[in-house]
């Protein structure tokens, strides 16, 4: 684990809208301020702009279904979304409803040790899916950099890599991809993922680079294809591959070495959620600032083209007091930087840490006392910067909360009051999707209703 403040010192993360809901899309996209007026043809159509010769959709229809306005405002306290820095997700949300083909919202949830499990993500996950559709089960590693690493519905086996991981041994030209992890194989290195459910293609993350050498991915028994690395300089890749139905065991190999590789993703040919899932034991916002290649991670952000970015750091630094004080806000700021710079169109969410617990001198179990603070600091700089701010610390009980979890029974917490058990776990993921999904459902009123008004006012002039 790093020293924050300390720059190198190391110590031993469907319901289908009625057809009334089109219109108050197309104002919610016109208020948006897009660089140009969008036709409802091409809200709705979610095809590639580069493919020529496509006929656009047919216009729907307009309803005359008249619009229900909210008797009482949902209120949601542990999601602070003031000036609406969430629109884009919420945006997202609204066309993948609406079930349109390719509409996929696309998001990437940035955390520490409990997140490298799929604890907390995984569960936000299931609950997205069910609700919205399940377009896939996104990113994962392409072998275990730790030996609880693992993903709900996936599972990861490698041999062969020297795997360098931003927290730890890290790259030294800080390529670490997506996920803050790189994998280097010679000839023989290999990795086995099985997926508990089909998918209609893979798409594997590489490194292009001058003497690259060549992978060979298989997939139900079938060869798909190579992976052909070699490039004129370092730059990341994408190489996707269609996935027969059924086959659902991938296999990775190095044909000829060296294969530089960051992971592999899954998706479906169905509108819905794609939530990936990017954990890094110990991961911290510093890492971020000086472990992550600034060009390569934006390259990386952009490609996946997300709607929301949870940025959800805090546990590793929060023991620090001094450190919070003094360098915490700048590299926090840093961090939503670099993501806004990448990706100027979606949200950003600050998902704050859960409660952290420790023995007093009493053998009380207690919550770490500059833990609220840096809370509080994230909440600040969430409002400054233009983003959301989700208060998992609140959310759950604030201080004290770990004590209530450890004595409980099934018990949610371990024995160091950080990590949830799965219970514990699955408790935050359901706030978290409690509290987007009632934003979701606001936001969609609000925009209902001020296209009904908007409608009435329109009949209503000369």
Same mark, same amino acid.
């Given at each position: 684990m790093l020293i924050p403040g300390w720059p190198s010192k190391m110590l031993p993360k469907k319901t289908s809208l009625a057809i009334a809901t089109l219109g108050a899309l197309l104002l919610a996209l016109d208020i948006a301020k897009l660089a140009r007026p969008f036709t409802l043809a091409e809200v709705l159509d979610f095809r590639p702009r580069d493919i020529p010769n496509v006929e656009p959709l047919a216009p729907i229809p307009p309803s005359t279904r008249p619009v229900t306005a909210l008797k009482r405002p949902i209120i949601e306290p542990n999601l602070i979304d003031q000036h609406d820095d969430l629109r884009a997700f919420y945006l997202a949300l609204w066309r993948t409803e609406l079930g349109a083909p390719g509409a996929i919202t696309r998001v990437l949830h940035y955390g520490d040790s409990p997140v490298t499990a799929d604890s907390i993500t995984a569960d936000v996950r299931s609950l997205l899916q069910q609700h919205f559709g399940d377009a896939g089960h996104g990113f994962v590693l392409v072998a275990k950099p730790w030996a609880w690493y693992g993903h709900r519905g996936v599972? =990861? !086996? #490698?041999? #062969?890599?020297? @795997? $360098?991981? $931003?927290? /730890? =041994?890290? $790259?030294?030209?800080g390529f670490h991809g997506l996920g803050g992890v790189s994998f280097e194989g010679d000839t023989g290195a290999s990795s086995h993922v099985e997926l508990a459910e089909d998918h209609a293609q893979m798409e594997v993350h590489f490194l292009r680079q001058p003497g690259g050498g060549v992978l060979t991915v298989e997939a139900g028994g079938q060869k798909l294809g190579e992976v052909e690395t070699? %490039?004129?300089e370092k730059q990341p890749g994408y190489q996707t591959f269609p996935l027969n139905a059924g086959a659902r065991e991938i296999n990775l190999s190095v044909q000829r070495g060296p294969v530089r590789l960051f992971g592999v993703s899954f998706e479906r040919n169905t509108p819905g959620v @794609?939530? &990936? !899932?990017?954990?890094? &034991? #110990? %991961?911290q916002v510093q890492v971020v600032v000086r472990y992550f290649d600034k060009p390569q991670w934006t390259e990386e952000l952009q490609h996946q083209h997300p709607d929301l970015v949870v940025i959800n750091y805090g546990t590793n630094e929060s023991i620090y007091a001094d450190y919070i004080e003094r360098y915490y806000p700048g590299e926090l700021r840093q961090v939503i930087e670099r993501v806004k710079a990448a990706l100027p169109r979606a949200s950003v969410l600050i998902m704050s840490p859960m409660? +952290? #617990? /420790? +023995?007093d001198s009493n053998s009380r179990i207690t919550t770490v006392p500059s833990l609220p603070r840096l809370v509080e600091i994230q909440r600040q700089i969430a409002s /400054?910067? %233009?983003?959301a701010f989700f208060n998992t610390f609140q959310a759950m009980g604030g201080e004290g909360t770990m004590a209530h979890w450890y004595d409980s029974t099934p018990r949610l917490v !371990? $024995?160091?009051f950080t990590h949830p058990m799965p219970a514990g776990a699955r408790k935050v993921g359901v706030l978290l999707d409690q509290a987007l999904e009632s934003g979701y459902r606001q936001f969609k009123a609000r925009e209902q209703q001020s296209a009904a008004r908007r409608e009435s006012a329109n009949r209503g002039s000369p």
């Open positions: 599972e =990861v !086996s #490698g041999k #062969g890599w020297r @795997i $360098a991981v $931003a927290t /730890q =041994v890290r $790259a030294k030209d070699q %490039g004129s @794609i939530y &990936n !899932s990017l954990g890094l &034991n #110990g %991961g409660d +952290r #617990g /420790q +023995r /400054q910067m %233009g983003c !371990s $024995a160091d």
